[in-house]
């Protein structure tokens, strides 16, 4: 099992930035794939990025391409979302998920195939 803590997550000005940090804590984190997803008020979570055990492989949601950069440091057990030129349309509360096995990377996007999930941290860009 991996506990799962998110932070960084504020008010800010749309063209602005933001990093989220999510910290986990248990043995097997360097094993896990881990993923960012968002969740909007009144609508479904929905994938953001995704990055397997190594670092080497990352995946994003179209819209964020470009923008959000996933990067994980398992020496700290941290998993972290950087956003530049935020817009209003990504606010959200964003959650960090760990997934404990295999999976075909074109399952990362379904929120259902996660094991853990964290609390959330509230994203707000204002326009």
Not at 25 to 45: I, Y
Not at 98 to 124: C, K
């Amino acid at each position: 099992q991996v506990q799962l803590v998110e932070s960084g997550g504020e008010l800010v000005q749309a063209g602005g930035s933001l990093r989220l940090s999510c910290a986990a804590s248990g043995r097997t984190f360097a094993t896990h794939t881990m993923a960012w997803f968002r969740q909007a008020a009144g609508k479904e979570r929905k994938f953001v990025a995704a990055i397997d055990w190594s670092g080497s492989a990352t995946y994003y949601t179209d819209s964020v391409k470009g923008r959000f950069t996933i990067s994980r440091d398992s020496a700290k057990s941290a998993l972290y979302l950087q956003m530049n030129s935020l817009k209003p349309e990504d606010t959200a509360v964003y959650f960090c998920a760990a997934l404990n096995r295999a999976r075909n990377s074109g399952e990362f996007p379904d929120p259902r195939i996660y094991d853990n999930w964290g609390q959330g941290t509230q994203v707000t860009v204002s326009s």
